[in-house]
């Protein structure tokens, strides 16, 4: 298993699927037998807290904003895979996502991964582009930072900017990774994952029961975290996902 836990999914716009994809890859990681954690830096949109059953009380920003333990905001996700997954969701009012966007909280979130990485196999943030505190201590704590980009025009433009904008807070990109992979508007890819058969958050994650986009999902985890992982017992092809 990989040394490298804290793996940052960071999109190049608003809208590119991040959220979606790191709950699908945590999920890919739980079928693979391993402990996985999805922890939302996207304060403004707080889009985690949809999959999340029931009413979030404890969420993130009380953890960073009170000086709390992460665990007290992780809520575990009941799915049919050999390993836990869990989402620490932000789901607050907004005083309280205000105070969180403060550098002493970013600092705290930072915190707040390491200590989830004692806990879990792997902790996979959901960062927004990069533009605030949050987003700042997220990309800069952790092991591992992939761009995740949209296969349109929009995408391809944004990839350089989204480069650029880490290198200004000295964070490597280690990974790019083309979701909703199709027209190949983006070319510049590690890895390519396929539109999903719903691309409904609150639906999320497929691979639990799509063998098919399980398969090029478990691709680019391994791509993306560099891990290893055991094949998708997978009876589709994934020319089915991929035109042309």
Do not use: I, W
């Amino acid at each position: 298993m990989s040394d490298e836990q804290v793996c940052a999914l960071v999109g190049t716009v608003g809208g590119a699927g991040t959220t979606r994809l790191a709950l699908e890859f945590a999920a890919t990681l739980g079928r693979d037998g391993r402990s996985a954690v999805v922890v939302d830096a996207g304060y403004a949109t707080q889009g985690l807290a949809t999959a999340v059953p029931g009413r979030v009380d404890a969420d993130l920003t009380a953890a960073v904003t009170e000086d709390r333990p992460l665990s007290g905001a992780v809520h575990g996700l009941d799915l049919p895979v050999a390993g836990r997954v869990a989402a620490a969701p932000a789901r607050a009012p907004f005083e309280r996502l205000s105070r969180a966007k403060t550098s002493e909280c970013a600092r705290r979130l930072a915190e707040r991964l390491a200590t989830a990485a004692q806990t879990f196999d792997h902790v996979v943030v959901d960062v927004p582009p990069v533009a605030t505190n949050p987003s700042v201590a997220a990309v800069t704590a952790a092991d591992r930072v992939v761009l995740v980009t949209p296969d349109s025009q929009r995408g391809a433009d944004a990839l350089p900017r989204s480069r650029d904008r880490l290198a200004d807070v000295d964070a490597a990109v280690d990974a790019v990774v083309v979701n909703r992979a199709g027209d190949r508007r983006v070319e510049d890819a590690d890895a390519r994952v396929p539109t999903a058969g719903t691309t409904a958050l609150p639906e999320a994650p497929t691979v639990v029961d799509d063998a098919g986009f399980a398969t090029a999902v478990a691709d680019a985890v391994e791509t993306a975290l560099a891990v290893d992982l055991d094949p998708v017992d997978d009876s589709s092809s994934l020319t089915d996902y991929f035109p042309g």
